[in-house]
C-alpha cells in the first residue's frame, strides 16, 4: 500500500497544539525499521542526519535506543520543520539536535558541517519515503551528499518502494507510481538499478537491499570497497 498520498497534517489525524505532526505509516514502520538500522548502529558513537523528516518521529524512536548517537533531523517545508522541532521538545532527549533546513536539491546539503556548526563526518544518513515524492535531482543530490559526508565506514539507509530491472514488485507500487506521477509527472517510484548508478558516481555501492513490510525495502549503501 502507498505510505504517502496525502501532506501531514491534512489527512485528517490529529495536529497537537505545539504543531507535532502524526503520520500513520510511522506507526506501521518505525520498529521493521529500526530493526533493520539497529543491526549497524547499536553499539556505535557518530552523528547521523535523517534527511526529509517529516513529522519528526522517527528520530525519536531511533534517538530513544542510542544514546551515544547524535541525531540530526532535517527537513525543508516549514510546517514539518515545525513538528520536527516539537516532537524534539515533547521528547526531551539529550541526543536529538535541533532540526536542519536541509533541500537536497543542494549537492552540498549540509552547510553546518562545513561551517563546523553541524555534525561531524556521518555514520550514518537516513531517508524514509522521499526520493518517489520528489524529482529525482533530489536523489541526485542525496547521493551527491552521501558521498561527501559519510564517514569511511558510513552507511546511506533508504527506505521506500522501488522498481526492480524495470518492474515494480507488487501491483500496490504500479498503483502508487501511477498516482505519484499524476500528482506531479517528475515524481515516481525509482529503479533499484537507476539508484545504484547514482551510488557508483559517487563512490557508494549497495551493500545490502533487505523487504520491508507492505512492499517496501531499505536499500543500504556504504562505501565501494569498504570491509562490512
Ligand atoms: C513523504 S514525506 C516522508 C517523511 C518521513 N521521512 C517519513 O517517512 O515519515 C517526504 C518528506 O520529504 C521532504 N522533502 C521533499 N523535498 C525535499 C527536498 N528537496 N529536500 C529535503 N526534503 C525534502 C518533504 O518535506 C517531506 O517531509
Redesign the pocket.
Known amino acids: 500500500m502507498a505510505e504517502?498520498v496525502v501532506e501531514f497534517g491534512k489527512d485528517g489525524r490529529p495536529v497537537e497544539p505545539d504543531g507535532r505532526l502524526d503520520?500513520a505509516?510511522?506507526h506501521r514502520n518505525h520498529e521493521p525499521i529500526w530493526a533493520v538500522l539497529q543491526r549497524f548502529l547499536a553499539g556505535k558513537s557518530g552523528d547521523v542526519v535523517?534527511?526529509?523528516?517529516?513529522?519528526g518521529?522517527?528520530v525519536v524512536h531511533f534517538a530513544r535506543h542510542t544514546p551515544d548517537i547524535t541525531w540530526w533531523p532535517?527537513?525543508?517545508?516549514e510546517r514539518?520543520l515545525k513538528s520536527i522541532e516539537a516532537w524534539r521538545a515533547h521528547a526531551a532527549l539529550p541526543n536529538i539536535r535541533p532540526a536542519l533546513r536541509?533541500?537536497?536539491?543542494d549537492p552540498a546539503w549540509c552547510p553546518p558541517m562545513h561551517d563546523g556548526s553541524g555534525p561531524a563526518e556521518l555514520l550514518a544518513v537516513f531517508?524514509?519515503?522521499?526520493i518517489h515524492?520528489?524529482p529525482w535531482r533530489?536523489a541526485e543530490g542525496l547521493f551527491a551528499g552521501a558521498g561527501r559526508y559519510l564517514r569511511s565506514d558510513g552507511r546511506l539507509f533508504l527506505?521506500g518502494p522501488f522498481k526492480r530491472d524495470g518492474k515494480h514488485t507488487a501491483m500496490s507500487n504500479a498503483v502508487f507510481d501511477t498516482s505519484l506521477r499524476q500528482q506531479d509527472a517528475e515524481w515516481g517510484v525509482r529503479d533499484i538499478a537507476d539508484v545504484e548508478k547514482l551510488a557508483a558516481g559517487v563512490g557508494l555501492a549497495l551493500v545490502e537491499t533487505v523487504p520491508m513490510p507492505a512492499n517496501n525495502l531499505i536499500l543500504v549503501f556504504g562505501r565501494s570497497g569498504a570491509s562490512a
Not at 535523517?50 to 513529522?55: C, D, F, I, Q
Open positions: 504517502y503520520a505509516a510511522f535523517e534527511v526529509g523528516s517529516g513529522t518521529q522517527h532535517s527537513d525543508l517545508n514539518h536541509i533541500d537536497l536539491t531517508c524514509a519515503n522521499v515524492i520528489a533530489v527506505y
